[in-house]
């Protein structure tokens, strides 16, 4: 197969930007299909000190690639030019469910049960490969032409070395966690544990899923503040409180996993799949197992 190049795509509309990232629809002219294309400028990777994140985000997107998964964006191709890297991935036309929340300001319970199940589905088979995503969000969860959710943007993910294989030197003996020297993740979603002991593990996400259940239900992430020190104040002290009305089976599910030691959150007991919430009464009735091949409930 002949590499591709900038000349085999036709570019349109930006469909997203990130601080080295422009991210654009476009369509192959070989197939007809249109892809969402992520061009990095290799000169701002450098000034930014990026060039470990890009790393991390090719290898994860690889593995996800190969892993049969449709829950995640695909990673088609790469190439380069003298100043750009391109990556060629799955365009989900519906875009990102920060609008959809907005829109209709509160999913409802099926909804809300329906999209928080597929994204619970996509961390078992991330957790299982091993990859923490580290930046799980609304914005990074998009939707495809069936409205079926495809993760998104493994710029601060993880690869779990093989606990044989992990650098000793970052690992503290007295915790199974690893250390990370770098913050990473957005402000209002991002882990106690990444701000205090830098430690990093799949329970991190699990904490993003709880502020994500949270925010479908009440329409704003948990906690909010102006200022970023405010902000790590209250999510260090769960300084958070629950709207009247919020649905109490998702209400003890949120507080099951907005929990501030990452070995006491639901699930992190649990190997291969999250059974204790699948199991959460808030799941009663959802089968997991054929989410991918259900009409999902419609958003209002
Ligand atoms: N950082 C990253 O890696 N980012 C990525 C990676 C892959 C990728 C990616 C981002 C995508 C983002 C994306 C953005 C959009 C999009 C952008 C602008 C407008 C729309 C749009 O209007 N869609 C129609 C749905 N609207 C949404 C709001 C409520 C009414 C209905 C979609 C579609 N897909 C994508 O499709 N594939």
Redesign the pocket.
């Known amino acids: 197969v002949t590499k591709r190049n900038p000349r085999d795509y036709i570019f349109g509309k930006v ?2 930007e ?1 601080s080295y ?1 422009t ?1 654009y629809l476009a369509k192959d002219i070989h197939t007809n299909r249109e892809h ?1 294309i ?1 061009v990095c400028e290799k000169q701002q990777i450098i000034r930014e000190k990026k060039r470990e994140q890009v790393r991390r985000e090719k290898d994860a997107l690889n593995i996800l690639s190969n892993s049969g998964s449709s829950l995640f ?1 695909k990673l088609y191709c790469t190439f380069q030019d003298a100043e750009r890297l391109y990556f060629v ?8 469910l920060l ?2 929340i907005n ?1 209709v300001g509160s999913f409802d319970a099926a909804c809300t049960r329906f999209y928080s199940g597929e994204i619970l589905r996509a961390l078992e088979h991330l957790h299982d490969l091993n990859i923490m995503h580290r930046d799980l969000k609304p914005e990074n969860i ?1 939707l495809d032409h069936n409205m079926h959710i495809k993760v ?2 493994f ?1 601060c993910s993880k690869i779990l070395e093989q606990p044989d294989a992990v650098d000793k030197s970052i690992l503290d003996e007295n915790n199974p966690r690893q250390r990370s020297n770098s913050f990473v993740g957005t402000a209002q979603y991002v882990s106690p544990e990444l701000l205090t002991e830098k430690t990093i593990s799949p329970s991190s996400d699990l904490w993003a899923l709880g502020c994500i259940i949270y925010q479908m239900i009440a329409g704003l992430p948990p906690f909010r503040s102006r200022s970023e020190y405010m902000l790590f104040k209250k999510i260090l002290n769960l300084d958070y409180v629950y709207p009247d009305g919020f649905n109490a089976d998702a209400k003890d599910l949120v507080q099951k996993l907005l929990v501030l030691d990452p070995n006491e959150r639901l699930g992190t007991k649990d190997d291969q799949r999250y059974t204790s919430i699948r199991s959460h009464p808030f799941y009663n009735g959802l089968d997991f197992d054929t989410l991918h091949v259900t009409n999902p409930p419609p958003i209002y």
């Open positions: 469909i997203g990130g990232s991210v969402a992520k964006v991935m799955s365009y989900a036309k519906n875009g990102d609008p959809y829109k998009l998104a943007d710029g």
